[in-house]
């Protein structure tokens, strides 16, 4: 794999190697010392591996900055993988697309937590293709879930059982934890649908499968998988729970895990308080004066990260509290801070 001088030059002019290069590669002497290591007709494991360890730190980082401040850096190194994609000799591709699939998959994250779901479905389809292109059976299933989690967001509730019940039908080499995660997102589509008998038969499968499966993932799973556990799935059931009408169970789940998630992780510690936040007015003995105070302890997280998924829930927060309690002076400074 080899990029010429002048390839090299017009990456580094158009901006798009500044957030990939190493400190203090800023001139093209420089850069001209690392496109050693792209040098030749096969992939090079060590320029490979740097982008791998990239991704696995902005999927750390996600937690706290969320999509403003990673997805200019991801788009950038995205667009070098694709430039390098397109020098590699064919038969030699699988380990680029098999990269190309990965940070397709997460930029199409950062665009679903941005609030673009266009941009995120057209970027999980680009991933779709490179898995596939790759032979990677476990991604292939793994981006049917990710369009899945897209269509709940976008209120289409039989498109997020199809794909998730598609994603449990594909064939080959497809770990167990992909399983229940497809079976976790499916449930979430039954919620949805109101139909409590499967909701509750999904999510008993995710558990039973996560319960009997605890490891087992290949070095390449999904990055996610790779951190998904019991824990996991409870937490990411209480929307569904919470769809599904059942506000006391949802709501004691997001009280364990805001307990529980460090403060450092701003981004989701906030999401859970705003999801909690709609849940505490809800119920026999709601809590507007909590409810207010909860979401405006998210506003900050939410200014900085640009976090849809914290919008809407501050939003719906907003409308209840207006509707219910015009009157409710703890509402004000939310309602300002919104309107802002």
Request: charged share 25%.
């Amino acid at each position: 794999m080899s990029l010429t001088r002048r390839e090299f030059a017009q990456l580094l002019g158009s901006g798009a190697l500044h957030a990939v290069l190493p400190a203090g590669v800023t001139d093209l002497d420089q850069a001209d010392r690392l496109s050693h290591s792209l040098s030749g007709s096969r992939v090079d494991p060590e320029v490979l591996g740097y982008f791998q360890r990239l991704l696995t730190e902005h999927y750390t980082a996600d937690k706290m900055l969320g999509p403003r401040q990673l997805l200019g850096p991801v788009m950038a190194q995205l667009d070098v993988l694709d430039t390098l994609r397109r020098t590699v000799r064919l038969g030699d591709t699988q380990p680029v697309l098999q990269l190309l699939t990965q940070y397709a998959e997460f930029a199409g994250w950062l665009h679903q937590d941005g609030g673009d779901l266009r941009a995120a479905m057209h970027w999980s389809d680009r991933a779709s293709q490179w898995a596939q292109a790759a032979g990677d059976d476990e991604m292939v299933a793994y981006m049917l879930v990710r369009k899945s989690n897209i269509a709940t967001l976008d209120n289409d509730p039989r498109a997020v059982v199809a794909l998730a019940a598609a994603a449990r039908q594909v064939r080959g080499d497809v770990s167990p934890k992909l399983l229940a995660l497809a079976s976790q997102q499916e449930a979430r589509g039954w919620a949805q649908l109101h139909n409590v008998q499967r909701f509750r038969a999904c999510l008993d499968r995710a558990s039973d499968l996560l319960a009997t499966h605890p490891a087992g993932l290949r070095p390449s799973s999904p990055v996610y998988l790779h951190g998904y556990d019991l824990d996991a799935l409870e937490e990411q059931s209480a929307s569904a729970y919470r769809s599904a009408g059942h506000t006391a169970t949802a709501a004691a789940i997001l009280e364990r895990k805001i307990r529980q998630t460090p403060n450092h992780l701003a981004r989701d510690q906030a999401h859970q308080r705003a999801k909690l936040a709609n849940l505490v007015t809800a119920g026999p003995d709601p809590d507007p004066e909590r409810a207010a105070e909860l979401g405006i302890a998210c506003l900050d997280a939410w200014r900085q990260t640009g976090s849809a998924r914290i919008a809407g829930e501050l939003h719906e927060l907003k409308r209840t509290l207006a509707r219910r309690w015009p009157d409710l002076p703890a509402a004000r400074p939310l309602h300002d801070a919104l309107m802002a």
